[in-house]
Structures are given as C-alpha cells and as structure tokens.
C-alpha cells in the first residue's frame, strides 16, 4: 500500500479554496452551440494575486476582461469537464446548501450525458459517489 503525505500547505490551500468558491465561485453546467453538455467550476475576481493562486490550485489559466472606467478588470476562470467534476466531488462535503445543490445539479446533468454513460474518470458511477443521491442499479 502506498501512502501519500500530503502537507500542510496543501491542505490550508485547499481550505483557502473552498472558501472562496463559496464565496466567489460557482458550479454548472454549459450547453455548446452543437448541443453538449459540459460542468463547470468557475469564479471571478478583480484581485490578480487572488486569480493566480485559484487558477494554480485548480491548474487551469486566468482570462484578463478589461472594463471601461471606472471599474476595474475582471479575471476569470474555469475548470471544466473531468477536471470539473473532480473539484465538485472533492468540494461537495465542505459547500453550503446553496452549492451543494448548484454541485448536484450539475452532477446529474452530467451524469445524463450519453456519451459517458454516469462515470467519472476512474470509471466510478456518480450515483454511488454523492452523498444522498442513492446508488445506481448496475444491471
């Protein structure tokens, strides 16, 4: 068995992270012009240091979206697909109401999807994974 040591700065990020998710963030799902359906963790800031560092927890890149004076410019980002709902299901326990069901949500619209047939990237079903959504017959 492998044992993984994870440090506390990791930790302390991750709590950083779901702290401001809960406050900046949000968790849905996006319909493309052809007709898929893809999740979505997202947030936006007008703070650059604060943009970086999600953007590095959540390994995906800052969108700059310069505004007229005088507000300031917007940075966005946003994880999709797997790795979006990687980050949901690894968040979902430490979310508010509000997130949680904005979490379920997207989940269950993913889960729909043809194309993937309910699994996450390590072939597990979502239904067996979210808390409270009961589990999936497998036959």
């Known amino acids: ?9 990791a930790v302390s990020d991750f709590h950083w992270l779901i702290g401001w998710l809960e406050g900046e963030g949000s968790f849905r799902t996006n319909v493309t012009k ?17 943009a970086k560092r999600a953007a590095t927890l959540l390994d995906v890149s800052c969108r700059l979206e310069n505004r007229l004076a005088p507000y300031k410019p ?46 996450d990237n390590r072939g597990r079903f979502i239904a067996d994974l979210c808390p409270g ?7």
């Not at 068995?1 to 700065?9: C, G, N």
């Not at 904005?102 to 047939?117: G, N, V």
């Not at 959504?133 to 036959?139: H, I, K, N, T, V």
């Open 74 to 119: 917007i940075y966005r980002l946003a994880a999709s697909g797997r790795n979006a709902v990687a980050w949901m299901m690894a968040l979902y326990p430490w979310m508010g109401e509000r997130r949680r069901a904005a979490i379920t949500h997207a989940l269950e619209t993913w889960y729909k999807r043809p194309d993937h047939r309910g699994r």
């Open 1 to 9: 068995m492998k044992i993984t040591w994870v440090s506390p700065d």
């Open 133 to 139: 959504r009961g589990r999936r017959s497998r036959s």
């Open 34 to 50: 052809k007709g898929k359906t893809s999740v979505q963790v997202c947030g936006c800031t007008t703070d650059k240091d604060v």
